[in-house]
């Protein structure tokens, strides 16, 4: 439980009220089922952790082949009950995957 969250529990407040918790950081599944339920928070922005793990991995065989960093910046996203992953996890739709793959020629 989160302190903010326990901290309006123990001030009797029910997780329908003010204040509500808006997140940052890599977003995790505690934070999206409380957002979905509309429970204490009401967004978070998160961080494509998966996203960032391929692209590091991209930095590191460019920087191993001799070539200049990509440049490229992973873009955070504000989710709320509208747009939260039903899983514990952000992981944009972009095809990121299949697009480093062909960069890879994997």
Known sequence: MST?????????RSGDQPPFSI??????ESEFA????GQYQRAAIAEPLNLEGWHLI???NRARAGQRPSGYLASPILVTQSNAP??????PPSG??????????R
């Open 96 to 105: 990121y995957r299949q697009n480093y793959r062909r960069i890879w020629h």
């Open 23 to 28: 997140t940052v950081g890599g977003g995790n």
């Open 86 to 91: 039903s899983g514990g996890t952000f992981d």
């Open 4 to 12: 903010a969250r326990a901290a309006l529990i123990g001030a009797g």
């Open 58 to 60: 991209d930095e590191l």
């Open 34 to 37: 409380r957002i979905r339920a």
